[in-house]
Each structure stands twice: as structure tokens, then as C-alpha cells.
């Protein structure tokens, strides 16, 4: 078994910072990639940003320059420093693995969410 441990999100006025963290935690060989989404109430998820096992990032243009997104390969954990947080920016936060498990091989796993709520 696989499970994502999403923590961090909150409340915080416009202007403020979070900073979310997520544990990819079970039976994993390696992971490939790892990545934050979100949600708003009436839309769709997207994609805020994501990084590779080499590093390589990844951001939606709403929120480069702002978010940072960042991991600690030997802790299978992936953070997301969102600094000068705006009211539109307000969703739940889920965190994304590209892993291999153990038993069966390449899959993806999504976090439960995190509700990330800015304040004007």
C-alpha cells in the first residue's frame, strides 16, 4: 500500500505565506516525479507545479514566481512554499506521486487534500 500525507494548508490573508508538505509513505521503489494541484469550488484541478527525480521543475504561469516547489529525495517528500498568497489562489491542494511500486510496478497516487483558504 501507498498513501500521500498531504499537511500545511490553512488560512492566511492576502499577501501571506504557506508552506504545504506532502510524505509519500509504503511499499515504493522509486518515485519519478512528484507535484502539487488544486482545486476550486465549480472548477477543474490543475496543476500548480510538479518536479522530477533530477529536479526539474515545472509551474503554472499563475503562480511562477510566487511558489516554490521543492523535495527531499531521501524523505520521499515533496513542499510547496507559496509566498505573496492571493484570494484566487484559495482550493484544496493535492499532491501527486509518479512512483513505482514495489509489487506492481509504475503508478500514480494522489493525496487526500489540503484546504488552502486566502483571505482578502
Known amino acids: 500500500q501507498v498513501q500521500?500525507?498531504?499537511s500545511g494548508g490553512g488560512l492566511v490573508?492576502?499577501?501571506g505565506s504557506l508552506r504545504l508538505?506532502?510524505?509519500a509513505a509504503g511499499s515504493i521503489t522509486g518515485i519519478n516525479a512528484m507535484?502539487?494541484?488544486r482545486q476550486a469550488p465549480g472548477k477543474q484541478r490543475?496543476?500548480?507545479a510538479t518536479i522530477t527525480s533530477g529536479g526539474s521543475t515545472n509551474y503554472a504561469d499563475s503562480v511562477k514566481g510566487r511558489f516554490t516547489?521543492?523535495?527531499d529525495s531521501a524523505k520521499n517528500t515533496v513542499y510547496l512554499q507559496m509566498n505573496s498568497l492571493k484570494p484566487e489562489d484559495t482550493?484544496?491542494?493535492y499532491c501527486n506521486a509518479d512512483l513505482v511500486h514495489m509489487l506492481w510496478g509504475k503508478r500514480v497516487y494522489w493525496g487526500q487534500g489540503t484546504q488552502v483558504t486566502v483571505n482578502s
Open 4 to 6: 500521500l500525507v498531504e
Open 13 to 15: 490573508q492576502a499577501g
Open 21 to 23: 508538505s506532502c510524505v
Open 35 to 37: 507535484g502539487w494541484y
Open 46 to 48: 490543475e496543476l500548480v
Open 69 to 71: 516547489i521543492s523535495r
Open 91 to 93: 482550493a484544496v491542494y
